[in-house]
């Protein structure tokens, strides 16, 4: 007989081959629904258009738990050359998402094979996390909107720590972040009178000045704030011309979010100068906005007892990370927490083109979780 590890593994490969980016999981979708449909009992429901819940009901009365996987892919060019690599072009598993994806198949697998006897679980497959709008997708789903739930968990493979290892922290775990394109238009001119024109130069400098300005890049103070130029350009390689035209790409991270609102105020305000300053028409579109994980102190207590039931270390990390995850949102709304799960000291970093989620953490992801919902309903 096949072992848990194996079948997941298999499954995860599959997964890692057949890659899709966020909001056109469809294949990744028919994957994870054959799946359940041949390993498990549970009630399967559609949501959000490529998302799907696994539901599972005790027979008595208990709390409604929900754990989630995410399951987009990125649009990053696989370097690997093993068996499983990514056949879609441009498009890889370089966060780890097949990985999540797998490890919650396994504790849909475990929770058929010992069933729990109390509660309800429900397990969701959630579509674009890499974009930032999977979440709110989800709950703005009508049938989503109609389970009271009493508690949400998730964890990410953390390549840099032990293998197995499980990181945990109260509060924030990750950072509030969104993304801004400023576009500045002006008019172009002779460079030779570039004052017949409206040059988008000193603009583009003085928003450049404040991102540095404003910047404050100590993750272990709680007024934490980096603003990360991503992106400038103006103009054409034209050398008889003056621009008329530029844009600013940026991302701005705090654990905050009172301190992003008036980070983000500040911005717009100083652009509102700018535009009557040096006559130009500016305008700001905000996107891929995540909200900072809000661990519940209760929830990270049911991680830390389980992770010791099962003899693994727990490692409590004093500053959350950097990067942001739209399970925050959740964390927002109910009581809940992410945690991390060690991929390995010497894995590559998430993102890396060389990337792949370790298999030999899949079963210790799903073995706890299942602990986590038996022991939330003790």
């Known amino acids: 007989m096949e072992s848990l590890k194996d079948t997941l593994e298999k499954v995860r490969k599959e997964l890692h081959k057949f890659p899709e980016v966020s909001e056109e999981e469809y294949e990744t979708k028919k994957r994870i629904q054959t799946f359940l449909e041949e390993h498990t009992f549970c009630e399967i429901q559609p949501v959000a258009k490529t998302g799907l819940l696994a539901i599972f009901n005790g027979k008595k009365e208990g709390k409604t738990v929900m754990l989630r996987a995410d399951i987009d892919a990125l649009p990053i060019q696989e370097i690997n050359s093993f068996e499983h690599k990514s056949v879609n072009e441009g498009v890889s598993h370089k966060c780890g998402h097949d990985g999540h994806t797998t490890?919650?198949?396994?504790?849909?697998?475990l929770l058929t094979e010992k069933p729990l006897s109390k509660g309800k679980v429900v397990l969701l497959f959630q579509p674009s996390e890499e974009n930032g709008r999977g979440a709110q997708s989800i709950l703005e789903d009508t049938y989503f909107k109609q389970l009271n739930i009493d508690y949400v968990f998730a964890l990410h493979n953390l390549p840099g720590f032990t293998k197995q290892e499980i990181?945990?922290?109260?509060?924030?775990?990750?950072?509030?972040?969104?993304?801004?394109?400023?576009?500045?238009?002006?008019?172009?001119?002779?460079?030779?009178?570039?004052?017949?024109?409206?040059?988008?130069?000193?603009?583009?400098?003085?928003?450049?000045?404040?991102?540095?300005?404003?910047?404050?890049?100590i993750p272990e103070d709680s007024d934490f704030f980096l603003a990360t130029p991503i992106y400038v350009t103006m103009g054409e390689k034209a050398y008889g011309v003056s621009a008329g035209y530029g844009e600013v790409h940026l991302t701005l991270r705090s654990w905050s979010t009172r301190l992003m609102k008036e980070k983000q105020n500040n911005l717009e305000q100083l652009l509102q100068k700018l535009q009557e300053k040096e006559k130009l028409s500016i305008n700001t579109s905000w996107f891929e906005e995540?909200?900072?994980?809000?661990?519940?102190?209760?929830?990270?207590?049911?991680?830390?007892?389980?992770?010791?039931?099962?003899?693994?270390?727990?490692?409590?990390?004093?500053?959350?990370?950097?990067?942001?995850?739209?399970?925050?949102?959740?964390?927002?709304?109910?009581?809940?927490?992410?945690?991390?799960?060690?991929?390995?000291?010497?894995?590559?970093?998430?993102?890396?083109?060389?990337y792949d989620f370790p298999d030999d953490i899949t079963v210790t992801g799903a073995q706890l979780f299942y602990n986590i919902l038996k022991e939330v309903q003790q």
């Open 290 to 354: 995540f909200y900072a994980n809000k661990n519940n102190k209760e929830a990270v207590e049911y991680i830390k007892k389980v992770a010791e039931q099962l003899n693994l270390s727990i490692n409590e990390i004093n500053s959350p990370f950097k990067w942001g995850e739209d399970f925050g949102l959740f964390t927002q709304q109910y009581k809940g927490a992410m945690f991390g799960l060690g991929a390995g000291k010497n894995t590559p970093a998430l993102h890396n083109p060389d």
């Open 103 to 109: 490890i919650l198949l396994g504790v849909a697998k």
């Open 167 to 217: 990181i945990v922290k109260e509060h924030e775990f990750t950072s509030n972040v969104k993304s801004a394109i400023i576009t500045l238009e002006g008019k172009t001119a002779h460079a030779a009178e570039p004052e017949k024109g409206y040059n988008p130069a000193n603009a583009i400098a003085e928003i450049l000045h404040f991102v540095r300005q404003e910047t404050k890049n």
